[in-house]
């Protein structure tokens, strides 16, 4: 991955993520909305992107973690490809869709919404379908499938790791 782009909000985002995988989900948490401050609601979308679906990841309520995966959602739609290949010149915005819609199912169906859940699941499968049969599209394929799973069991457990 060349990241070497010197973006500085996502070294911050890294460096924020480094924590929450420490297990310091807090500070991980109060790092990624000081940097939402900082980028602002109207800033560079892949900040925005980046920092919303992370920062879903990290809330406490299911209702706070949709808030944030819609942000994410809503920020990825200003991106362009030569943007997030400033980045990392292996990315495609479309590549970063089916995670985003199937995060969205995922909390939906977890926050008693069926309907809005199965909408964003008719999404995220056959944009995963274009995904590579690498690590990462398998990974997303088979979420969709455990949260479709969930779903049609009426289901609003957590969606538990693979």
């Known amino acids: 991955m060349d990241t070497n782009d010197g973006d500085d909000v996502m070294a911050h985002i890294g460096r924020a ?5 420490a297990g310091d989900r807090a500070a991980a948490r109060e790092a990624l909305i000081q940097l939402w401050d900082r980028v602002g609601g109207t800033g560079d979308a892949l900040h925005r992107c980046t920092i919303a679906h992370h920062l879903a990841d990290l809330q406490e309520s299911v209702a706070d973690e949709v808030a ?3 942000r994410a959602l809503a920020a990825v739609a200003e991106l362009s490809d030569e943007r997030v290949q400033r980045h990392d010149a292996s990315l495609r915005v479309r590549a970063l869709l ?8 995922d909390g939906y169906r977890r926050a008693g919404d ?3 859940a199965r909408e964003h699941l008719a999404v995220a499968a056959p944009l995963a379908a274009e995904l590579p049969d690498d690590g990462y599209g398998t990974m997303i394929r088979e979420a969709i499938a455990r949260v479709g799973a969930l779903l049609d069991a009426g289901s609003r457990e957590p969606l538990a790791a693979p």
């Open 17 to 21: 993520l480094e924590l929450g995988g």
């Open 68 to 70: 944030w995966d819609r």
């Open 98 to 105: 089916p995670s985003l819609h199937l995060n969205l199912a």
């Open 114 to 116: 069926p309907a809005r």
